[in-house]
């Protein structure tokens, strides 16, 4: 098939700087600068929303928590990406939680302040209109492959949207960087079975694997995979 890795992985737009300048301005007055390290959350699930997150660098993941415990994977957002916007237009609590895989920084705007100048700002509701229904439809295509594949097909997914998110700025081979309970939660199988079929890709050539780092070696038979 014609693989479209943009109906799959989104990556949020500069909204902020697409603003006119005096619009942008009310934002960038109010941005805070801050820092979050490794596993600490930016908010969780169920809290009610404090404000929004810019990522400005590391990467975060997006879960739930259902059954008590069981973790389900759901996004990960890189540098540039917009969170946490969503249930504050909406008046809702946060329906994920947000978790540093790395030390992060991010620009943090409050939940007032954020919504007074979206009141006062077409333009960004328009821009925050249309990311957020780029994010829904990938979402929804997630889901539907997600009902229709196989683990193995599922897998082989998953690694070619994380060789988009670990992509290095510059170009290049992505070493991605993930624990293998968390790649388990992303494609919603046990650890042993992500594991063994892991392990037929890297017996095939297919895949590097070093520790917890992957390395994908022939993308095109992971793309036969899910074709």
Known sequence: MDFDLKKYYYKSSDIFGQLPPA??????????QKAIKKKKLLFKQ???PAGVYVLNTGK?????????EKETVIYFYTAGDIMGYRP???NESHPLSAEALEDCTYSFIPRTTFLKILAASPSLSNLLLENLGHEFSVWVNNMSLFASQSVKERIAMALIKLHEIYKPEGGGLSVIQLSRSDFSAYVGTANETLVRLLGDLKRKGIIAIQGKNIRILQMNVLLDIIS
């Open 23 to 32: 619009e942008f301005a009310l934002i960038n007055k109010s941005i805070q």
């Open 46 to 48: 169920g809290a009610h």
């Open 60 to 68: 975060v993941k997006m879960f739930q928590v259902s059954g008590g």
């Open 88 to 90: 504050i237009i909406c």
